[in-house]
């Protein structure tokens, strides 16, 4: 038996172990360890909407490259508990990050995205700086496109209610949204996005709460974005690990102007543009994503799984 303070799992060899770690105020995240429990961890933390399955390969690619990976459900999202305070600012999924890493023997490298990439900033530029040992954010920067934040908010608000009458038709949803990847079926991938209730209908798995916060900040304090642009170039203006941005080449999220906006606050970040990939870079393009981290990984902390 292998414990990392708080974390208890059990070796066995490349194997993926689920396990329960815990945010800020207590609150339970569900999670998997793969890899080596002694090797350099990793933690992963997926966008607003996603859950830990989202890293499924990459943790896999980590785990096969010498590290440890540990991805994990946001608060709100797929198996972990929900806020009853409704607490989903960036802050309170920020303040997590900095509780699970407060709780590991070894400060990991973090990787997020989206959500978690916004939520690592604050953690590390502004919550507790020194948590982590280098930051990759995955398609997020301070500044962002209105619009794209916009599609992918509106996205997720518009079933929050009413969920859907089948798997299928959640599908059908999602191939309008994500036109270039094609139909995907309703398959056991999916259906872990999906509760069905006591109605029979099926329901996206996170918390409504968390996007219904999201649309009221928006809708009642219409500088609520420029407010966010501020707070987030001010902390990765205080970033000083090594830092990288991986961005989709067809994002409408990351504009080019936002890379360079990210590169003159914090000049030592290094920037990786993914061909073809849309803000889904992971789903887009894995194997490319999967090469574009192991590279910096392997730069700053290795060889593979040895480094700080």
Known sequence: ?????????????????????????????????????????????????QTRRAWKRVTSDLADSGFCAIAFDMRGH????????????????????VAVASRMDRKPALVGASLGGLAGLLAEGELAQGSFASLTLVD???RMEPEGVMRVVGFMEQHVETGFASPDEAAEVIARYMPHRGKRGAGAGLRHYLRQKEDGRFYWHWDPAFIRNIMAAKRSNPENQEHQFQELSKAAASLTLPLHLIRGAASDLVSEEAVVHLRQVAPHAEYTDIADATHMVVGDANDAFSNAILVFLNRHHGPAGSGQ
Do not use: C, Q
Request: charged share 15%.
């Open 1 to 49: 038996m292998f414990t990392v303070r708080h974390l208890t799992v059990y070796r066995i060899a490349m194997a993926t172990i689920p396990t329960s770690i815990k945010g800020a105020g207590g609150i339970d995240l569900a999670a998997e360890i793969t890899g080596a429990p002694d090797a350099m961890p990793v933690l992963l933390a997926h966008g607003g909407g």
């Open 78 to 97: 797929g198996d972990s508990a929900w806020s009853n305070a409704g607490a989903y600012e960036i802050r309170h999924f920020a303040a997590d990050l």
């Open 140 to 142: 997020v920067a301070p």
